[in-house]
C-alpha cells in the first residue's frame, strides 16, 4: 500500500508521574530515556512524539512504551495521522510556531 498522509501515523505519549521522592525521580527519568531511547522526541515537557511509516511499525512502539510502564502515574497513548498531525496549529505567546519537520519518507515502488 502507498505511503499517505492517512496510512503515516504519528505516536503521542502524555504522562504526569510522581517525582516527589528520590526513587520516583529516578523511575520518571528511566522511563524518559526509554521512550527517548525508541525514537520519541520531546514535543512538550510531559509529551513525547513519534513519527511511523505504518499501523504495524506504530504497534511495535506502542507495545515497547506498554513494556516500560512506571508503577506509578498516569500515561496516554495516542495514534493520529499524519494529516491530523498536519492540521495542528501551535504557538508560543501569540505568535504561531512551526509544526516539527516530518522525517523524510523513501518509497520504493
Request: proline share 5%; glycine share 4%; aromatic share 12%.
Amino acid at each position: 500500500m502507498r505511503l499517505n498522509e492517512y496510512r503515516i501515523l504519528w505516536i503521542l505519549v502524555f504522562f504526569d508521574l510522581p517525582t516527589e521522592t528520590k526513587k520516583d525521580r529516578k523511575i520518571y527519568a528511566k522511563f524518559r530515556k526509554d521512550i527517548m531511547n525508541d525514537g520519541f522526541a520531546m514535543f512538550q515537557f510531559s509529551i513525547y512524539l513519534r513519527h511511523c511509516s505504518s499501523r504495524e511499525n506504530a504497534d511495535v512502539h506502542i507495545k515497547r512504551v506498554k513494556k516500560i510502564l512506571p508503577p506509578k502515574g498516569h500515561v496516554g497513548i495516542m495514534t493520529i495521522t499524519d494529516k491530523q498531525f498536519g492540521m495542528m496549529e501551535l504557538y508560543y505567546g501569540k505568535e504561531e510556531k512551526d509544526l516539527p519537520n516530518t522525517p523524510q519518507q523513501l518509497e520504493l515502488f
